[in-house]
């Protein structure tokens, strides 16, 4: 039987900063981490497989960052995990920890819905042959259909138009796509954009069946209505991988999940956990978060990493910032939306600016932008904010992501230093982020 | 004579923030804004009007946003200040003000170099037909020198090479272009940048003196080189425009501009001043700071304008940041270079990393980035950073000016939830404002 110090179960967002964290971190221990998949698939690539990069294999996480850290890496299954006497029973070899981080990861959920398992219907299984047996299916579709409108589905919709297919149809159960993370007015146009790609978007749409003769060719919604698929994915949301941490009798949470405290520990002192497959809280009122993101593993793999061997870091919940792309449509999300602050309890200020995102207006590359922000109306600080723009709207929505960390106020952000350019930003006169504060503090008065 | 309740002089990047700061802040009040020129210049944008845009003319700020904010516009010369009877003369109506801001700007730096009056030898005047004739001049130009490799003349240069000239070069007196924002690692990344698309560069290179009969066909360095030039262009640097407060006898600061508090009050209570025109120190160390940039002029603006009648806001000083790029290669920088830390006494950790900002690199648009941070070591507080990539390098830089304002330390960066996605950003795992903070505490053990 092998002895390690560390032990990380999972190669993915979680399992690989986790293992380079404890190496920063504790720089004379043995980490070995134990993954079952020969090659590990880039989670937030996968979309682009079907169209932009063309193949699972142009789309894999090199396992050169392991080497570089010193990190054994044992390509196994892990079938059992004995917490009293540190040990895991794998495929291959047998393994002794002294700390163990469960990095397992998710899997798709899958609806309650008839014809599941039928030929041609595929969950987004994130497993290179997998995929390939997707992209092989794809080649003669005519019909496709995406089922949920989120930001994996709007993706997947979008390259497998690229890659050729005739008809590519969404089908999304709430009025509109994307409306987990952003407010309608952004929905809507994400959704206009993708119609204008040739996409079909059926939303307040719910399918009831899934219908053929072994293979689908049929899906059918409520109220009777069927659209033709040769294809159908299931881009629905997923679901904490924890059956090892079930089995162990570690703690789970309500939703199945890992439990872990705000240092990623989990009910055994020597076990933590972090990404897909632990419990998370929300930044704002600490209730229970379904979010599940490559960036928020990583975040929470920094925490777990650093802690093995004494607390060094906390969690202070997720904040949910993220971005998503169709074409030359850019968007992002950091924080509450109107509808979320709204339910969550909150007495907000909301105020959105539409901007350009050069100065002068003729500069190339040019467009729209469209900056929402929202405030806490009593303290003024800001809790939330989405941005519509060009490809810049992924790092824009990380300043606005560092303002809601650090609970910056409206004054702050009017105050904000910003550094702007004619060929890279907004004019510093109408700096969108700048503005909507100023806007929003007119309306606390 | 007309009777304003608040009157603000220069209608550029100070003045109308200001503005409309006021006009928010206090709707109840007259204003008016007194400028000089028919048609206001972008100020930023000016170098691109020799290329990219094509004109001065495509390089304005457009007055709508004064009429929507019912800001008067009086465009006359204000000949005088009489702070005691609180009244301007202008070359139009004369106009009393209750409360009076000073956005007057700078005027271009003119070295001590024997032939600056030629013919053919331009400093960088803001104003239309100033601009147009230059862009007349280099019509027929074959050479073109460049005194100063700042911002200002890396943007020139790129610019009138791009128009069609033949020669152009850059006389820069530093070993380095951009040495007063950036560290050599990056300006010389530039420099090769600039030396690609057919610049001719000579740092560390010191002007003595431009030849010619009336019009000017050499300039001569010194050691006794010289270079042939049809047009000279002086990117050397500006000075503030006090004219006005001197003649007034408000206190001014050593290096000529209109001496300010940190709420921008000038040395008479009715009277602030902002933006190129008004004193600034350091967010750092709170020296005298030589900084002239449009983006912190709106930033003191909005101070200066919510003041006027009660303070409200208070200026920490100027954190310094800004981004330039030339073609596809941008730059930003916030805060201290490494350079400028050691020299004002600073313990310092650097950390610098290289990625993609795509994840994985096959997506469109991939290309390597350098981010390097500076942290004060004791505090573990970040200070200064750089960024070099594409064109969301302009927002990154102003997230990492969100950290230095808030006076982050390297474990926040850690801690620091990011949005990520394979079209916009680096991948999660190895995003480079985290991963050199993590780089970072390694250094600090």
Not at 140 to 154: E, L, M, P, Q, W
Not at 208 to 233: F, H, N, Q
Request: include cysteine.
């Amino acid at each position: 039987m092998k002895k390690v110090d560390i032990v990380i179960v999972g190669g993915s967002a979680a399992g690989i900063p986790a293992a380079i964290t404890a190496r920063r971190h504790y720089q004379d221990k043995t980490i070995c981490l134990i993954r079952k998949e020969e090659r590990v698939l880039i989670p937030c690539g996968i979309p682009y497989i079907f169209g932009t990069v063309g193949s699972p294999d142009k789309n894999l996480i090199p396992d050169g960052v392991l080497e570089k850290n010193d990190i054994e890496l044992l390509v196994a299954e892990v079938l059992s995990l004995d917490k009293e006497n540190k040990i895991l029973k794998t495929s291959g070899e047998d393994v002794q920890y002294d700390r163990l981080v469960l990095a397992c990861g998710s899997e798709p959920v899958a609806p309650p819905i008839p014809g599941l398992d039928m030929d041609g219907v595929f969950p987004v299984v994130k497993d290179v042959n997998y995929l390939s047996s997707i992209q092989e299916s794809l080649k003669d579709a005519k019909d496709v259909v995406i089922i949920g409108g989120g930001f994996i589905g709007i993706e997947f919709a979008d390259e497998i138009k690229k890659s050729g297919v005739q008809n590519v149809t969404i089908v999304e159960i709430a009025p509109h796509c994307l409306s987990l993370a952003y407010d309608d007015e952004f929905c809507i146009e994400m959704e206009n954009h993708l119609i204008s790609r040739g996409i079909n978007i059926m939303s307040g749409a719910k399918v009831v069946s899934i219908a053929g003769e072994g293979t689908v060719d049929t899906v059918v919604l409520e109220g009777g209505k069927s659209i033709p698929a040769d294809v159908v994915i299931l881009g629905i949301g997923a679901k904490a991988n924890s059956d090892l941490a079930r089995q162990a009798e570690l703690e789970l949470s309500a939703d199945g999940a890992v439990a872990v405290d705000r240092n990623m520990k989990t009910s055994d002192d020597s076990i933590f956990a972090c990404g897909d497959c632990a419990t998370k809280v929300s930044f704002f009122n600490g209730r229970p978060s379904a979010l599940k993101l490559a960036s928020i593993a990583t975040f929470e793999a920094r925490i777990a990493g650093a802690n093995l061997f004494g607390i060094k870091r906390e969690s202070v919940g997720t904040v949910g910032v993220w971005s998503t792309a169709v074409g030359d449509l850019a968007m992002g999300t950091a924080g509450l939306t109107e509808a979320m602050a709204r339910q969550a309890g909150y007495d907000i200020v909301a105020s959105t600016v539409d901007s350009s995102n050069r100065h002068p207006g003729g500069m190339p590359g040019a467009r729209g932008t469209k900056t929402k922000l929202l405030f806490e109306r009593s303290s003024g600080v800001i809790i939330g904010g989405q941005v519509m723009g060009d490809v810049a709207v992924g790092e824009v929505i990380n300043t606005l992501s560092a303002c809601i960390q650090k609970k910056m106020t409206a004054e702050d952000l009017v105050m904000f230093q910003t550094g702007t350019h004619p060929a890279l930003t907004a004019s510093p006169i109408v700096y969108p982020m700048v503005n909507a504060a100023e806007l929003a503090i007119a309306q606390m008065k």
